[in-house]
């Protein structure tokens, strides 16, 4: 087995392990069909960021900070979900995935109340508005921590967004990509909760001034 071949080894059985716990901390049998139609789903070819590379990386800082959480495994299946739905051509795709997984863990023997919970927390990764609740907060800095990445990775973030929108003219991507990046740059803090804020706060804004000069 090559390198390639042992770090997407090493993805699958990470996030197995992640599936695995997270539905034991519910009481609730995981779903393995479930787990391979996610996974499969963050492997569509039209994924360059929003892919498998992004969700261990999301899944690798909420197991560093899930004891921050109030209800860690719904941060942990709103996680699974956030990107679940992706089309670059679409602006529901948060509205579609939320819904996917309310209606997914409902079947899945997950209470009406926390669903409703999880479908709340994947909305907040719209970035749209300031996010409502301890939980929500997490897992919107969580979704964020690629832009306080070390210098190398956040470049690789930011070719691989381009390549997702390589369909879009540069007179149109470049400015639209800076104001975005130029709203998180704005925003103070970026990072809501202590954990986060220490640790990936400083480097965001660097990478985010980099971006926008």
């Known amino acids: 087995m090559g390198p390639v071949q042992d ?16 539905w034991a901390s519910l009481d609730l049998s995981s779903s393995p069909a479930l787990f391979g139609t996610l996974m499969t789903a963050w492997a569509e070819p ?71 919970r999880i479908h709340s927390l994947i909305l907040a990764t719209r970035h749209d508005a300031v996010p409502q609740g301890h939980d929500a907060r997490l897992l919107v800095d969580i979704d964020l921590s690629v832009l306080g990445a070390p210098t190398e990775r956040f470049d690789e973030y930011e070719r691989q967004i381009r390549a997702e929108y390589a369909h879009v003219p540069p007179e149109v991507f470049e400015p639209r990509r800076r104001n975005i990046l130029r709203h998180f740059f704005d925003r103070d803090p970026l990072y809501a909760t202590p954990g986060m804020h220490a640790t990936c706060e400083a480097q965001a804004k660097h990478n985010l001034r980099k971006a926008t000069d």
């Open 46 to 116: 039209q994924r360059h960021y929003h892919s498998l590379q992004h969700l261990a990386e999301c899944i690798a800082w909420f197991e560093r900070e899930k004891d921050a959480a109030e209800r860690p495994a719904e941060i942990s299946l709103a996680l699974w979900f956030h990107d679940a739905i992706y089309d670059v051509h679409a602006h529901d795709n948060e509205e579609r995935s939320a819904d996917w997984a309310r209606d997914a863990l409902i079947a899945a023997g997950v209470s009406v109340d926390a669903a409703a």
């Open 7 to 22: 770090v997407a080894a090493n993805t699958h059985d990470t996030l197995l392990a992640n599936w695995r716990a997270t």
